[in-house]
């Protein structure tokens, strides 16, 4: 909790999703705007994040985009990351919702990770739903969740 949220009371709850946490993890443009703007506040996110973290670094690793050391050292972070993280179970309640946003069609993932950020929202109001993805950050406005 940061000083300004601590005198308030009031905690900084951000949801985070893959593509915002991997930018971080392999330090891509971004990563220290992003890693400024979580420094202190609730990380919040879906279980996604760890197995689409997971399979990513994979992926890099086959296509040689990541060595063999720099694989275990990104799968070590992210053992360790997601002790930082509030992390909900895709269940079948967010499965079942009807609610899409009205104009986006999101990946199945992408919907998960939406619907779960409007769980946690509903729960207490979350600061931002932040994303790398430009096409997830519309579908995240269109359901009024904060960009």
């Known amino acids: 909790m940061t000083a300004a949220s601590a005198a308030s009371g009031v905690e900084r709850r951000l949801y985070l999703d893959t593509s915002a946490y991997l930018c971080m993890l392999l330090a891509e443009d971004g990563s220290e705007r992003l890693s400024t703007e979580t ?13 689409e973290a997971r399979r990513t670094l994979v992926r890099l690793t086959r296509d ?50 939406l619907r779960t950020a409007l769980w946690f929202h509903a729960e207490g109001r979350i600061a931002r739903f932040v994303t790398m993805d430009g096409s997830q950050e519309q579908a995240a406005k269109e359901l009024g969740l904060p960009v």
């Not at 275990?72 to 946003?101: G, I, Y």
């Open 64 to 113: 040689g985009a990541l060595t063999a050391a720099q694989y275990k050292t990104c799968l070590d972070r992210l053992e360790e990351d997601q002790q930082l993280f509030v992390l909900r179970d895709l269940t079948l309640d967010l499965c079942e919702s009807n609610l899409l946003p009205p104009i986006a069609t999101p990946r199945s993932l992408d919907l998960a990770h």
């Open 39 to 51: 420094a202190g506040a609730e990380l919040l996110s879906s279980v996604l994040l760890v197995l």
